[in-house]
């Protein structure tokens, strides 16, 4: 560590430029030394250096004095951040992880309440009832929003209804912007998981970094860690279990579709990560190998 | 430091959701492990005439009490969330310059950042200490360094005290004095913080 540490200093030294240099000329310009500065500084391709000191600008004339020099600094700093943040609040990705957060939420908030009114309706009425209605299959939420009732659970029924349908609109947004963002994922296992991985993966880049027997367990968390630590099975699939030939196949078999799956997905993922466009070609044979797993060729 | 009836505080605009007694902010120390420190009686004093390094900003709870003694902050956070919780602080306060850099990579910011008088490192990470060694290079010599050492982020499965030690003997070995280690404990659970002086050249 020592050595290196010396390296890095001498490295630093050798370099001379400091944030307000190279602005001598264009102190009586009509833009603000900030502007100019920042210009510059994305120019040189952000390489600048160390180590400078506030009487060594005013010295050149840049700077009337201390408070000049930190007044400048500051908004060079603010105008970095603010431009750093723009970036961040305009991608794409970030936008669509958001959007899988809200719908976690709502999908969270969903099954609890509607478990809770389940619970009080089931209280309600006498036992043999309430199981007939299991039965029958009938969804005693559905069935308690259409009554007349006006009480609180009632009209909490009615607002998860209308809820039912607002989050149908979301999972559609997601699926859009989904379709354009990962364009070869989502056709392999369609939109909604393409983002479930993204989310559970954190970014596009950490995603694709992956290797393709992570991406077959991602979401399989749980299942994984017991299997590490006490020797349980280890999972076969995790989130891409939604895809129809894995959770349509037989229990034996399923463990081979999702590597093939995995395999071809995690290549989607790179496609998309690092060309962006859709890959016909790719597709095909990648729809092909998913068919063919799994059975004796 | 400014103690009123033995609860930590500062002069300086409130920010929302601040204590106040009288014109003064509370200074919690639930909140800010600076302040956990400087009330288990072992931070070294902030004067009107430090600059300041602080690495892992966050959301600058703890860098807008610094700000409120210091002469100048430069606060480095990569993270954009905090980032923008951070932006807010900065437009009470004129002398905390927000730098959205990594701090593992001193070099992007170096430009910005003069010789400081303390060097504050709260980045939970894995390689807490190492960051922290390649930042020593903006603190002068004779300079402070207060490094808050989350022991379950380096590893979680090893012995706190162990994971301090080795940090300890780390910062030994990179030419850093006066090694002091504070349990914070009763505030932040697993953490140590550890201050140490940078060692003085010309009295060598």
Redesign the interface.
């Known amino acids: 560590?020592?050595s290196k540490?010396s390296e890095?200093?001498d490295d630093?030294h050798v370099s001379s430029?400091?944030?307000y240099d190279e602005l001598k000329i264009e102190r009586d310009s009509t833009l603000p030394i900030p502007t100019v500065f920042y210009s510059r500084f994305i120019e040189n391709g952000?390489k600048?250096?160390?180590?400078?000191?506030?009487k060594e600008a005013v010295t050149k004339g840049i700077c009337k004095d201390k408070d000049d020099y930190?007044?400048y600094?500051?908004e060079?700093?603010?105008m970095?951040?603010?431009n750093?943040?723009q970036k961040?609040?305009s991608s794409e990705e970030v936008r669509l992880v958001k959007l899988m957060l809200v719908l976690r939420e709502t999908d969270l908030m969903m099954s609890r309440l509607s478990e809770q009114i389940i619970n009080w309706d089931s209280m309600r009425e006498s036992d043999s009832d309430s199981s007939v209605k299991q039965k029958k299959g009938l969804d005693p939420i559905r069935e308690m929003a259409s009554g007349t009732g006006n009480d609180g659970i009632s009209l909490l029924c009615r607002d998860l209804v209308s809820m039912k349908g607002s989050r149908g609109k979301l999972v559609r947004d997601i699926s859009m912007r989904c379709e354009k963002l990962l364009p070869n994922c989502s056709n392999i296992v369609g939109p909604l998981v393409a983002a479930r991985l993204l989310l559970e993966a954190g970014s596009l880049k950490r995603l694709c970094r992956m290797p393709a027997s992570k991406i077959q367990v991602l979401g399989a968390r749980n299942a994984l860690f017991s299997h590490l630590s006490s020797g349980s099975p280890p999972p076969k699939h995790g989130l891409i279990f939604e895809h129809k030939r894995i959770h349509a196949a037989s229990r034996r078999i399923r463990g081979k579709i999702s590597r093939t799956l995995a395999s071809n997905l995690i290549i989607a993922f790179r496609i998309d990560y690092y060309r962006g466009t859709i890959d016909s070609a790719f597709l095909e044979r990648a729809q092909l190998r998913i068919e063919k797993a799994g059975k004796k060729s | 430091m400014i103690w009123q009836d033995g609860i930590l505080c500062s002069t300086g605009k409130a920010i929302k959701g601040d204590r106040m007694i009288g014109p003064l902010r509370v200074w919690p120390p639930e909140r800010s492990k600076l302040a956990a420190l400087y009330y288990l009686g072992s931070g070294p004093e902030i004067i009107k005439t430090d600059q300041i390094l602080y690495l892992g900003a966050a959301s600058g709870t703890t860098v807008s009490f610094i700000a409120d003694y210091a002469d100048v902050v430069y606060a480095v956070e990569i993270a954009p969330e905090p980032l923008a919780k951070l932006l807010d602080v900065c437009n009470n306060r004129m002398n905390i310059l927000p730098i959205p850099a990594d701090a593992a990579t001193p070099l992007v910011y170096a430009p910005f950042v003069s010789t400081v008088d303390l060097l504050y490192q709260d980045i939970a990470q894995k390689e807490q200490v190492e960051i922290v060694l390649n930042n020593l290079v903006f603190l002068k010599s004779g300079g402070y360094l207060i490094l808050m050492l989350k022991t379950r982020s380096v590893a979680t499965q090893e012995d706190p005290e162990q994971i301090c030690s080795k940090a300890v003997s780390k910062l030994q070995n990179a030419g850093l004095d006066d090694i002091k280690v504070t349990w914070l404990d009763r505030y932040h659970r697993d953490h140590a913080a550890i201050v140490c002086k940078k060692r003085d050249l010309k009295e060598l």
């Open positions: 560590m020592d540490q890095k200093t630093l430029f400091y944030w952000g600048l250096s160390i180590l400078p000191t506030w930190y007044f600094l500051r060079i700093c603010l970095w951040s603010r750093k943040l961040y609040n």
